[in-house]
């Protein structure tokens, strides 16, 4: 079984701080990974994806990735409660064709 | 730009009842399409996936079948509804790749009961 494990949280960091949300995976040969974010009831937004080790940085957000110890994190740099949604870490595993697996997500709130 | 339009946006439904959800994309064309569903306190699961017209690849066996009549439309069905069918359903879409980004519509809720 291919899994991805994240901390369901919930975590919670004040306004403009860093928050930083962890992901492990188990199949070592993956090699796509995906950050989402989703509000309550309603759909996943894309917010990075990366493909190769090291850092990659969009805004306030840095994905960072390392393939060596099988975990991908997301940092959030200046956090807004407008950022408080459920992440969702999705892996593309080798042999897996186009399914991406998707990790039960991390509850983050931004307190004022 | 691309859109990915899914309906109806909610569905209560008895058991036992069929199921049809509709799933259209708009500015792309030959995409990747994808159903997948999201139950309570559980993760995103695939259920199906099209690469192509009539192309289905099932990831888990159920009571539900998808097809893909037109390029850009997937529709996700059921003859009989179980109490277990209930939740957020997700149509997805992706470039031709094994790699790209999938994008997610705005979701159908279904409520069995």
């Known amino acids: 079984q291919k899994e991805v494990e994240q901390n369901s949280g919930p975590l919670s960091v004040p306004e403009g701080a860093i928050a930083s949300l962890n992901c492990t995976y188990s199949d070592r040969g993956s090699q796509s990974f995906f950050w989402y974010r989703q509000y309550s009831g309603k759909s996943p937004e894309l917010i990075m994806f990366?493909?190769?080790?090291g850092d990659k940085e969009d805004g306030r957000f840095t994905a960072q990735l390392n393939k060596a110890s099988q975990y991908v994190s997301l940092l959030i740099r200046d956090s807004q409660p407008s950022d408080s949604a459920t992440y969702l870490c999705a892996v593309n595993p080798p042999g897996s064709g186009y399914a991406l697996n998707f990790g039960k997500g991390t509850s983050l709130l931004v307190t004022p | 730009s691309q859109t990915i339009h899914q309906w109806p946006a909610t569905l209560v439904q008895p058991v036992g009842s069929p199921l049809s959800l509709e799933c259209t994309v708009e500015g792309t064309s030959n995409p990747n399409l994808y159903w997948y569903r999201q139950a309570a306190g559980r993760g995103l699961q695939l259920l199906f996936y099209s690469v192509g017209i009539g192309q289905i690849s099932s990831e888990v066996p159920q009571n539900l079948s998808a097809s893909r009549p037109q390029d850009r439309q997937f529709i996700l069905s059921s003859k009989k509804l179980l109490l277990s069918d209930s939740g957020f359903y997700l149509c997805a879409w992706s470039r031709t790749g094994r790699r790209e980004t999938q994008y997610f519509g705005p979701g159908t809720r279904l409520l069995v009961l």
């Open positions: 990366i493909y190769s080790n």
